[in-house]
């Protein structure tokens, strides 16, 4: 696909008002929101640059599952079309160059079809321009997962799964039999939420032929190809591998480049021992290749990707963004080749910003407590992008005269009638003197005076709170609480060396930090410390058992998808390398692991009443973590529920089970924080 170039629209810094503005006679958030909000994801705009294609999610309440359809805007935002409303989901829209089709994956297909299992997952189809019912394209064995246009509109580059022979089991040679064989396991990292056990089916790129509809392969091996990107003159592929020896022991993923024709070899590009990555691009006249470059492989866990420049031909790398102390994503190169866009992870925000190619400052391009994301570049410098804030889901907007401009308005009804919790970014210090942000939601509304608390910890851990919106901190508002969310050291937004500050020595800062947060909260008469509350999933889990393992003022805890036997994680979950590299192997660390499998063995100290809950199938933290908690607190008295979810991975996607979840932690929350009790002693 010819590179979309960003030009005169970014001239200037774009500022983004934020407006503010009174609630009273609006209803509270309530669970019913669940079915009204609706994901607005992937802006991509025309070649013309008339129209911005997207997609919308929305759940089906009364089939409980979810669903995206293709939408498009004007530019102007005056006229928008909903192009696809089948019962199947359609996204990743991505137009044709020569402006001729509009194409989308979906498995959707008649009833026949599907049961053909080899032909169950995504395909490429195509909505022509001129009108018409939208028609499938490829038909290829397996899933594709991904793909991208050529220049010319001739070709796809698919990145595509390899079909599991076990989906059709009497064809498998020395079978012959309708159940499933055995699932037989040989390689180091051998299991990954959604794709369960690894088998040896990988993802390989396929070039396919627009008018024969036929399908080539492009690169082959016992190897995962993903992130394919065209040059500009359609002769090459760039594309991100983890080759070698043995790939699943290591984390050093490359860009390599391939010519676009069958039986060619992939020559690799970059050598740094760690994950360069993203999607490569190419600049304008195609001698360059941008991409993103991972820390050294020991900070796996606590990455902070850097823009980085190539040359096509080979070369020596060279970093743009060495010196900005942020983590960047979604490089695009301006139409001269002379600088790159790209966004950059700040501290509770995000924001767009531009820097030479050459080298030099960083030129933020965005303002505002918000987040923006998924940039699409158009012609004649037009930009496309997502943008959220705290009380408002993403929409799409475009870049004009300087500013941003919503063009899209699938939320606004339903935003137009709620009272959303009044959002502000809170700073304390820790007791080793760190500085720790975070944000306070408080219910709209509430009476004066202090208020039962939340302190809600996000995952990752190299993730943040930021202001995009969050449905939980707003139910949990909604229902009375003040909800309180602290970015701990580990967590992303505030640099490299706080995000590593944890390494190997888990649940220690973090608990400092979160601590810190409670006890500002409290002082500064937000809450009553008769009623504190905590809870999180995942690494958020993980740390609500740290932290009541450590201080018993919490009257009520709800753990997600957590862990505390760490030990028992290894060999169970998908962390095997960063286990090797940040932990080492059980074995040969015991005393470590030990250390951080404090709250498993401190079970005895907890007091707290806490839910446990997660999903059936997690292969991210199993069940098992959550199952060995609520029974360590069982065991010693302490009234404790464990809410397992069918055929759920790690994260929850079933409409009903998201709800019962967000209703699971109210009613909890309300049976032990709604009426006020003596105050708990903090821990020494």
Partial sequence: ???????????????????????????????????????????????????????????????????????MVSW???????????????????????????????????????????????????????????????????????????????????????PDPSDDPEKIEGWKKKTKPPIVIDRYQFKRDLSDYLEHLRDHLYLFDIATKKAEPLTSGDYDDRSPSWSPDGTRVAFVSKRGTDPDRSHDSNVFVIEAKAGATPRQLTTYPG????????????????????????????????????????????????????????????????????????????????????????????????????????PNGAMALLSSSASSPSEVHVVEGGALRKVTTHNDTWVSEVAFSSIEDVTFTARDGTVVNGLLARPTGAPAGTLPLILWIHGGPNGQDDHSFDNIREILAANGYAVLQVNYRGGSGRGAKYQKAIYADWGNLEVVDLLAGVDWAIKSGVADPA???????????????????????????????????????????????????????????????????????????????????????DFNVPIAGSEQMYQALKSNGVDAQLVVYPGQNHGIVIPSYQRDRLDRYIKWYDKYLKTPGPAPTAAK
């Fill in 1 to 71: 696909m010819t590179r979309r170039i960003l030009a005169a629209a970014l001239a200037t810094a774009v500022m983004v008002p934020v407006v503010a503005g009174a609630q009273t006679t609006k209803r509270p958030y309530a669970l019913d929101d669940l079915g009204k909000f609706r994901n607005v994801s992937d802006p991509q705009i025309s070649p013309d640059g008339k129209w911005i294609a997207y997609t919308v999610g929305a759940i089906d309440v009364e089939k409980d599952k979810r669903d995206s359809d293709v939408w």
């Fill in 531 to 617: 009623r504190l509350g905590i809870g999180g999933w995942s690494y958020g889990g993980i740390l609500t058992n740290y932290a009541i393992a450590t201080d018993p003022r919490f009257k009520a805890a709800a753990s997600g998808a957590g862990s505390s036997l760490q030990t028992s994680m290894y060999g169970t979950d998908q962390y095997i390398l960063q286990y090797d590299t940040e932990m080492g192997q059980p074995w040969k660390n015991p005393d470590g692991w030990m250390k951080v499998s404090y709250p498993f063995f401190k079970a005895d100290r907890i007091k707290t009443p806490t839910l446990f809950m997660g999903g059936q199938n």
């Fill in 275 to 378: 994950e360069d990555g993203g999607r490569p691009v190419w600049s304008p006249d195609g001698s360059t290749i941008a991409y993103l470059q991972s820390d050294e492989a020991k900070w796996y866990a606590y990455d902070q990707a850097k823009l980085a420049l190539i040359p096509a031909a080979g070369g020596t790398a060279r970093l743009l963004t060495e010196s900005l102390d942020r983590s960047v994503g979604s490089p695009e190169w301006s139409a001269d080749g002379k600088s790159l866009y790209f966004t950059v992870e700040d501290d509770r925000v995000e924001y767009l910003a531009r820097i030479p190619a050459a080298g030099g400052k960083v030129e933020p391009l965005t303002t505002g407590r918000r987040v923006v994301g998924s940039p699409s570049l158009g």
């Fill in 76 to 162: 102007d935002g005056k006229e928008t079309l909903q192009l696809t409303s089948s019962k199947d989901s359609e996204s990743r829209p991505r137009w044709s160059p020569d402006g001729k089709y509009l194409a989308f994956t979906t498995s959707r297909g008649d009833e026949d079809e599907k049961k053909d299992e080899a032909k169950k997952g995504s395909q490429v189809w195509l909505l022509n321009r001129s009108g018409g019912e939208a028609q499938k394209l490829t038909d290829v064995k397996g899933d594709i997962d991904d793909y991208e246009w050529s220049p010319d509109s001739t070709r796809l580059v698919l990145v595509v799964s390899d």
